[in-house]
């Protein structure tokens, strides 16, 4: 407590109390537990860039969400009491206005909701430092707000994902993992669904691998499904049918792909 800057006094049974709270308006979400697997050096390269405007693009299902929350995640626990990350869920907004109104709805609940780049910079540039992870950013003219929202309020940092690559910021792409990282984090799963020495074996999970394309969201849905059938069945479940089978699949336009959240 101490160290968060919150002043106290020795015996103050709320100091705790007050720490949690505070902690809580500096930032919306949880720690996650789930397994980061192959993506450590994009963390890396998110953690060092410089831009203010950063966005992961690639596929559905390839981690961008992840990589983004995880990288959320680190930012928060480096940061001092003055500064603030939140998640924005980006995904229904069809306009620059509606994805102004959500941001300004996530950090100030209880205010006017404002709509536009420029006056929504103007408020955030008088109330410390802040990290807004801003998850699937659909349309060029909202990329566009939000390199207007940095330059007006310089102590904001925003860290986007979208399908597309924008025209404004820095962009850093993620492709499919590796087969040697898909098969370690889908025994990781595996392992956490099944219990601890639950081994599917090396030629079962080989079958498996090659329909789970890279993605690490096909790797979630296959260990999930080991737990309801036997792995020579997933595997025939798999040849028979593709990922599909597992709730997996190309998402049209205009559509988000299923999500773990």
């Not at 595997?235 to 049209?252: F, K, M, P, Q």
Request: proline letters at 6%; one cysteine or more; hydrophobic letters at 40%.
């Amino acid at each position: 407590v101490k160290d968060t800057g919150i002043l106290y006094e020795p015996g103050d049974e709320a100091a705790p109390l007050r720490f949690l709270r505070q902690a809580a308006r500096r930032s919306n979400f949880s720690m996650s537990g789930e397994p980061f697997v192959g993506r450590r050096g994009s963390l890396t390269r998110l953690q060092s860039s410089t831009s203010n405007l950063i966005t992961v693009i690639g596929p559905p299902g390839v981690g961008k969400s992840s990589l983004v929350r995880k990288f959320g995640e680190r930012t928060f626990k480096s940061l001092d009491h003055h500064s603030h990350v939140y998640v924005i869920e980006a995904f229904g907004a069809r306009s620059p206005r509606d994805l102004m109104t959500e941001i300004s709805r996530v950090l100030w609940p209880s205010e006017t909701y404002l709509d536009n780049p420029l006056a929504l910079g103007h408020r955030l540039a008088g109330s410390g430092e802040f990290l807004l992870i801003i998850d699937n950013v659909a349309h060029a003219n909202q990329h566009a707000a939000l390199a207007q929202l940095v330059e007006v309020a310089p102590g904001v940092r925003i860290c986007a994902t979208s399908r597309r690559r924008p025209a404004e910021g820095d962009v850093l792409r993620l492709d499919p993992l590796l087969d040697k990282e898909m098969s370690r984090l889908f025994l990781t799963l595996t392992r956490e669904e099944l219990g601890r020495w639950a081994d599917p074996g090396t030629d079962t999970v080989g079958r498996i691998l090659p329909h789970l394309c890279g993605l690490p969201l096909a790797a979630v849905l296959a260990a999930r499904h080991a737990r309801m059938l036997a792995p020579s069945l997933l595997v025939r479940l798999l040849e028979d049918n593709g990922s599909a089978a597992i709730g997996t699949r190309v998402a049209t336009h205009g559509e988000r792909h299923e999500s773990l959240n």
